[in-house]
C-alpha cells in the first residue's frame, strides 16, 4: 500500500464512515457508536503508519485532477501536516469515546446527525492537513465551516440559532471576504498555489503588499481568532461540550492556526519575511490578542466562556511564536499546537463531566467539588497546569522552546508578553482549582452527584496522561518538528 | 433653405419619437401609454422610409418600359412592413392586458393600481 | 439528406413550427407532452451543434441559400453555442418537472395556449443566439418577448397584469431603441449582417451617428437585460409569473439580451469608435457595481421569497456586465462563465421555489417558517443552491466567482476597490440566502402547512438535476470554461491590444 | 389645354368648397350643425376635386381607377354621415331647435 | 415642389401627436390616432414607399382603431388629469431630441443618392431580382424570398399575439355579464341604410383584398396588407349584421385552423425547400426552374402570411367583440 494510496483512503475513510454512521443511527444508538469508533480507530492507525516513512525523508504527492488551467486538487504530505493529521484523528477517538458519555448521559436529541457531521468535520480536518495548495486548503477549509454549523446550532432553540448565526456569519465573512482574494491575489502574483519549501512569494511581492496580504491571510483565517475576528469562538460555547471539545482542541481552531503557520512557512518564506519590514505588525497584533484575551478570561464567571478566551490567547501565542521567525521559535510554534490541544481537551471534558454530573456552570458553584468528582477535577488541574507552563506537563515544553526562538530572535516584546501571559493565566486557572479542592460547599447540601459516566471519565484521565505523558517522551515529536526546519535552515 | 429640407424628416423623427415617450413616461393612463407606444414605433418607421429615399426616384417597381429608372431603396421598407405588424401586435397584447386589468382592478390609472395592489 | 449542415435552421424551426401543433391538441397531457418533446429534441440539436463548435466546426447557414450580405445568415461561434446551451437546457428541464405546477395554476383549457407560448419563447431566443442578422435578432427579441408576456400574464394572481403590463412597455420601448440603433448603423453602413457591418464599420469617418447607435443599442438592450437603473420591470414580473415560468425566464430570458449587448458591443463598436473601450467601461463598471450592491441589499429586505431571488437575479446580472466591461480576455471570460453558472444556480433556485410553492399558499418568509422538517429534500436542494450562488467552493459560483476576482485583480491598482466591492455584495448573497435557511430550518412551522408532504416526484427530482449539475460543473467546468474563453479570444480577437 | 384649363377651374372650386366646409364644421354651435356643414366637404367637395383629377389624367387606366374611387366614395361619404347622426340620436343628443324660436314655442 | 409638400404633411404629423397626447378623453385620442395612420401613410407614400403605406393604411389605421375601440368599450372612456411629476420626463425628452437632431446633421442628407444606405446592398436587389425571380415589385421579392427568415418570424409574431390575446381573454369575465341591450348584439338591426350599402361593399371588399393578395408580385401588395383589408371586410360585416352573424360565417375553430394553417403552409414550404436539396426557405429548388420555382415559392409563402394575418386579427377582434 503505497502512500498515495493511504493518503486517498485517509480522505474517503470519515466519509464512508459519516454514511455508515447515518446508515446504523436507524438500526441501533450502540451499533453507531460501534461504527464511529472502529472509522476512528482505523483512521487513527492508517495516518499514524504513515510517520516512519515521512521521518526518513518520504513527501508523497498526489494530483488529483484539474479543476482550471493551473489550478488543481493536490495533496502532499509533509511533516506539519503530518503532526496535524495524527493529532486531530488521535483525539476523535478519544472525543468519540467522551461524546459517547456525554450524549447518553444528557440524553441529546438526534445524535445521528451529530455523529455524522462530526465525521464530515473530521474528513475536512485530513483534507486541510493534506492539502498541496492553496486551493485546496481553501475547499476543505469552506467544508469545515459547513459542517460544524450544524453541530453548533444542535440544540435548535432561539439563542443557539443566534450565536451559530454569529459563528457562520464571522467564519463565512472572513472566509469569503478576506482570504479568497488573499488566494487569488497569490495566484495571480506567483502563478501557483502549491505549498513549497521555502515559499514562493519570495522576490516577487515587495513594499507594503507583503504586508496587506499577509494581514488578508491572517485576519481571513477567521479560524485561528486573532483578535478582531474572535468574535465567533465565545459565541460557539452554546453547542454542547463534545463539539466545543472539537471546535477548540481537535479540529476547527487548530486548522486556523495551521493554515497560518502553513502559508507563512510554505508560501512566504520565513527568511522573506523577516528581512521584510512590513509584516512586523503581525507579531504585535497576536501580543495584543494573547495579553487582552487573557485580561477578559479573568473577569469571567461561566467556566467555558472562560476555557474560550483562554484559547484565544493560547492560539495567538502559536501565530506570535511563528511570528518570531526563528527556527527553535517555529518549533515551538508546532509543539505549542500539540501542547494546547491536549490541555484545552482535557479543560473541556472536565467542563462537560462537570456539567452532566451536577449541571454547574458558573466558576462559584465549583466551590469544593473536588471531593465530589476526584478523577474529573484532578485531570482539571493537571490540564490547567499544562496550560500555566508549570513542568511536569506539555505546556512546559512548548513554552520553553518559544523563550528560547524568542531569546534567539532577541525579540523583547515576545518575551515580555510570554511572561506576562503565564502570569495572567495562573492568575485565572490556579483559583479554580483551590477552590475546587480547598475551600468547603458554601451550603454544604448540594453532595447529591456523583462521578460522571465512565465513558466520559476514561476519555479525561487519557487525554491528562498524554498531557503528562508528552513532557516525558516527545522524542518522534521532536524529531518530525527538526525535518520541518532543518529545510528553513 | 434646400439644406435644412433635408434634415426636416430626422427632426419630425426625433420629435414624434420623444413626444411618443413622454406619453409613455409622463401619462397615468394605461390605454393612453398604449397610444404613445404605437406613436413611438411609428416615428421609427418614418427614419427609415426617410433614410431610403433616394433623389428623382420612384417606388421600388421596376416598370418594363423605362430604361434608366432608378429606384428607392428596397431594404429599409421591407423591414418596416415587419416592424408595422410587430406595432400592431404588441398593441393588441397590451390592449389585452388593459381589459384583464379593468377586470381585475376596476381602473385604468396607474396610480389606483399601485394604491390597490398595496406596498 | 444528412442533417448536420441544417442544424442552425433546425434548432430554431423546430420548436417554432410545433407550436401551431401544440396549439390544435386538446387532449389533456398532450400539449405539455408534445412541448417537453420538442424541448428535449431542441437541447438535442443544441449539445450536437456545442460538440460541433468544439471540434472547430464553423456554423455558417444562409437562409434560402441567398450569400451573406443579401440573405439572412445563421452564424454560431462559442458564444452563441454556450447561451445555446443555456437556453435549451433550462426550457428542457423545467418543462419535466413543470406538469403538475402547471396544472396547479392554470386551467386546463388554457393550457395548450400557454405551452405554444412557450415554445415561441424558447424559438424566439434560439433565434436570437442563432442569427447573424441585425434585424432578424429584432424579430426574434419581439416573438420571444411577445410569448415571454404571455407566460407571465398566465399566473393566476391579479398582481400579475400590472407587473407584465410594465413588462410590455419598457420591453417595446427597449425593442424601438435597438431598431433605432441598427437604423443609424444601416445610414452609415449600408448593411445589416453582423459580420459585414464589422468590416465596413471601419472606414465610417464621422462618429457622432455610431456614437449615438451605440448608445441606443446599448440602452435598448440594457432595459431587455435588466441591467441596473433599467431593471425595474424584472422584480414584479418575476414574482408574480406562474412559479415554472420564473425558473424558465431567469435562467435564460435576460441572458440573450446580454448576449446580444456583448456581440453588438466587441463586435460592431470596439472596431469603429476608437476610445470606445473606455467609454464602455467608464460607463458600464460603475452600474455593475451599483447593481451588485443596490440590489443585493434590497433582496435583503424582501419578505417574498421570489421577489428576493429576483432582486439577486439583478445584482448577479451585474456581476456579468462587470466582467464584459473590463474589456480584457480574462474579464470576458469570466462574465460568459458567470451566465452559464448563474443561470444553473438560479434556475435550481427557482425550481425549489417551485416545489415549495405547490405544496404550501405562498412563497411569503413566514409561511416557509419550519418547512425543512416535512420537505427535507426540497430545502437540502435550495440550501446547495444558494451556496452556489454565495460562490462556495465546489459550486459553479464559485468557478465564476474566481474567473471574475482574477480578472478584476489583473486589472491593477483600483483593481482591488473592486475586489471589495464584489465581495462585499456576494456577502450580502450570504445574509440573505442564510436568512431563508434559517427562516426553513429552525423556526417553528405555522399551523396553515403542517400536514405539508414532500413536493412531488418528478418536480423534486428535475430540481436535484439542477443542484448536483451545479456541483458537477463546480468540480468539471472544462466544457463551459473552454467555450467562454473561445468565445471572449473571438470577441476580442481583432482588438489592436 | 382645354382640359388643363377645366381641371383647374374644378380643383379650385372643390378646393374652396371643402375650405367652407371645414370652417363651417368650427363654427357652428352644436353637433347636428356642424355635421350638416362637414357633410358639404364629403360629397361636392370630394366629387369636384375627383373629377378635375380625371380632367387631368385624360383617358387612361386611373381615370378608371379614379371613377372607382368616386363611386366608392360617394356610396360610403353619406352613409358614414347618416351612421354619425343615428348614433348621436340614439345617445340621447337632443337636436335642438333655433334658439329664439324654441323660446317662443314652449 | 413636393418636398413642400412633405414638408407641410410632417408639420400637421406632429401637430396631431401632440394632440393624441393631450386630449383627455380616450375616443378623441383614438379617432386622432387613426388620423396620425393616415397622415404617416401618406408621408410613406411621397418618399415613394407603396407598400409600406398600403401596410400603414390597412394595418395602422384600420384594424388598430378597431382593436383600440373595442378594448374602450369595455374600459373607461375619460383620462384622469395628470397629477404630478411633468416636467422631470419633459425634461429628459428635451435633452434627448437635441442629442438626436444634433447627430443628424452627420447622417446624410435626406435622398441623396450618394449615401453609404444605397451603395451596398440595395444596388444587388435592383439588379439581380430581374434574373433570378424576374417580378417587378422588388419589396415583395426582398420581403419572401431574399429575407424570408424575417417575415417567417413576422407570421410568428402576429401567431403570439393571437394566442396571447385569446389566452388572457379566455378567462371569463370576472364581473356579472351587463344585461345587453339586444340591437347591439344584433349589430345595427334597424338601421337600414348602413346595411344596404354594407351588402354592396363587402363583397368588393372581399373582392379588391384578394386582388391585393395576388397582385403582390407585380404592384404593391402582399400577405399582410391582403389579410388585413380580408379582416376589415369581415369586421365590417360582424357590425352591421351583428357579431353572431359573423360568428356563424367564419366559426371559431375555422379561425384557430385558419391561425395554425397558414403559419404551418409557411413554416413547410420552408421545410421542403430543405428535403428537396437546398437550405432552408430556398425555393429555387421547388421546380426544375429555379425562377418558377421563386415565383411559386413566393405566392405559397404569400397565401401563408395573409391567411395567418386575417385568421389572427378577426380572433383578436371576435375576443374583443364578445368580451362586454
Sequence with gaps: MTNETIILLVLALPLLGAIGIVISGRISPNLREAVTLTTAGVLTWLVWSMVPDLMDGARPEISLYEIMPGINIAFRLEPLGMLFAALASGLWIVNSLYSIGYMRGNNESNQTRFYTFFAIAIAATMGIAFAGNLFTLFLYYEILTLSTYPLVSHKGDDKTVRSARVYLGVLLFTSIGLLLPAIIWTYVVAGTGDFTQGGILAGKLQGPAVGLLLGLFVFGVGKAAVMPVHRWLPAAMVAPTPVSALLHAVAVVKAGVFTITKVIIFIFGVDFLFNEPSSSWLLYAAAFTVIAASVVALRQQNLKRLLAYSTIAQLSYVVMATAILKPLAEIGAVVHIVAHAFGKITLFFAAGAIYVASKKTELPQLRGIGRQMPWTMAAFSIGALSMVGVPPTAGFVSKWYILAGAFQADNYVAIFTIIVSTALNAAYFLPIIYMAWFSQPENGASSGYNEAPFPAVLALTITAALTIGFFFFNGPILELERQLIEGLG | ?119 | MNITPHLPALQVVVPILSAPIVLLLRPKGMAWAMTTVTSLMAFCIAIAIVSGVQQGQVFNYLMGSWSAPYGIELSIDSFSAIILLVVTGASALVLIGARRSIDAQIESHRQPFFYAAWLLVLSGLAGIVVTGDAFNIFVFMEISSLASYVLIAGGPDRRALPAVFKYLIMGTIGATFYLIGIGLIYIMTGTLNLADMEVRIHEVADQSPVLLAAGFITIGLALKAAVFPLHLWLPNAYTYAPHVVTAFLAACATKVALYVLIRFDFFVFQQNLSGHDLQFSYFMIPLALLAALVASSMALFERNLKCLLAYSSVAQIGYIVLGASLVTVAGLTASIVHIFNHALAKGALFLAVACLAIRLSSTQLTDIAGVARRMPWTMAAFVLAGLSLIGVPGTAGFISKWYLITAVLAKGAWGIALVFIIVISSLLAVVYIWKVIEQAYFREPQQANGAVREAPLELLAVTWVAVLANIYFGFYPAIPVSLSSAAAELLLGQMPQ | ?106 | ?324
Design chain 4, 1 to 106: 389645354m382645354l382640359l388643363d384649363i377645366l381641371s383647374w377651374i374644378l380643383l379650385c372650386l372643390g378646393g374652396g368648397f371643402v375650405l367652407v366646409g371645414g370652417i363651417g364644421a368650427l363654427r357652428m354651435p352644436n353637433f347636428y350643425t356642424r355635421m350638416h356643414a362637414a357633410s358639404l366637404t364629403d360629397s361636392t367637395g370630394s366629387i369636384l376635386i375627383v373629377v378635375g383629377v380625371m380632367c387631368q389624367a385624360g383617358l387612361s387606366l386611373a381615370t378608371i381607377k379614379l371613377l372607382t374611387i368616386l363611386i366608392f366614395l360617394l356610396l360610403t361619404g353619406p352613409t358614414a354621415t347618416y351612421a354619425l347622426a343615428n348614433a348621436a340620436l340614439l345617445s340621447g343628443m337632443k337636436p335642438q331647435a333655433d334658439t329664439d324660436e324654441g323660446r317662443s314655442s314652449s
Design chain 2, 1 to 119: 433653405m434646400l439644406e435644412i429640407l433635408g434634415y426636416y424628416n430626422y427632426w419630425v423623427f426625433a420629435l414624434v419619437l420623444m413626444i411618443g415617450f413622454y406619453a409613455v413616461v409622463a401619462r397615468g393612463n394605461l390605454i393612453k401609454k398604449l397610444l404613445g407606444l404605437s406613436m413611438l414605433q411609428s416615428a421609427v418607421f418614418l427614419m427609415y422610409i426617410t433614410l431610403s429615399k433616394v433623389e428623382g426616384a420612384t417606388a421600388p417597381i421596376l416598370q418594363k418600359g423605362v430604361e434608366d429608372q432608378i429606384y428607392s431603396n428596397p431594404l429599409p421598407q421591407v423591414l418596416i412592413l415587419t416592424a408595422i405588424v410587430v406595432g400592431v401586435s404588441t398593441t393588441a397584447l397590451g390592449l389585452a392586458i388593459v381589459v384583464r386589468i379593468k377586470e381585475a382592478y376596476g381602473t385604468i390609472e396607474e396610480q389606483d393600481i399601485l394604491k390597490a395592489s398595496g406596498p
Design chain 5, 1 to 324: 415642389m413636393i418636398i413642400v409638400f412633405a414638408v407641410f404633411l410632417l408639420t400637421l404629423l406632429v401637430l396631431t401627436a401632440v394632440a393624441v397626447v393631450r386630449t383627455e378623453n380616450l375616443f378623441v385620442a383614438v379617432m386622432l390616432m387613426a388620423i396620425f395612420s393616415l397622415l404617416m401613410a401618406t408621408n410613406f407614400f411621397i418618399l415613394d414607399a407603396a407598400d409600406v403605406a398600403l401596410t400603414e393604411a390597412a394595418v395602422g389605421a384600420g384594424v388598430t382603431t378597431v382593436i383600440f375601440l373595442g378594448a374602450l368599450a369595455l374600459t373607461a372612456e375619460q383620462e384622469k388629469p395628470i397629477v404630478s411629476g411633468r416636467w422631470l420626463p419633459l425634461a429628459v425628452v428635451s435633452v434627448t431630441v437635441l442629442v438626436i437632431i444634433y447627430a443628424s446633421f452627420d447622417q446624410p442628407r435626406l435622398g441623396d443618392p450618394g449615401a453609404p444606405a444605397h451603395q451596398h446592398v440595395a444596388p444587388w436587389y435592383l439588379e439581380k431580382t430581374a434574373e433570378f425571380i424576374d417580378i417587378p415589385n422588388i419589396v415583395t421579392a426582398v420581403l419572401a424570398s431574399y429575407r424570408g427568415y424575417d417575415t417567417l418570424g413576422e407570421v410568428f409574431v402576429v401567431f403570439a399575439a393571437c394566442i396571447g390575446v385569446l389566452f388572457l381573454l379566455s378567462v371569463p369575465p370576472v364581473k356579472p355579464q351587463k344585461s345587453k341591450s339586444s340591437d347591439n348584439s344584433s349589430g345595427l338591426r334597424h338601421h337600414l341604410i348602413p346595411q344596404v350599402v354594407g351588402r354592396l361593399l363587402v363583397p368588393f371588399i372581399f373582392l379588391f383584398g384578394l386582388y391585393v393578395q395576388f397582385h403582390g408580385e407585380y404592384g404593391p401588395g402582399g400577405g399582410f396588407q391582403a389579410g388585413a383589408i380580408i379582416a376589415t371586410g369581415i369586421i365590417l360585416y360582424a357590425l352591421l349584421e351583428g357579431e353572431a352573424a359573423a360568428l356563424n360565417a367564419i366559426p371559431k375553430s375555422v379561425l384557430m385552423a385558419m391561425v395554425c394553417g397558414g403559419a404551418m403552409l409557411y413554416g413547410m414550404v420552408g421545410v421542403a425547400g430543405m428535403i428537396l436539396g437546398g437550405n432552408f426557405l430556398d425555393y429555387s429548388v421547388l421546380h426544375s426552374d429555379p425562377v418558377i420555382g421563386q415565383q411559386m415559392g413566393i405566392i405559397l409563402i404569400e397565401a401563408g402570411v395573409g391567411i395567418t394575418v386575417c385568421g389572427a386579427l378577426l380572433s383578436i377582434f371576435h375576443a374583443f367583440a364578445e368580451r362586454d
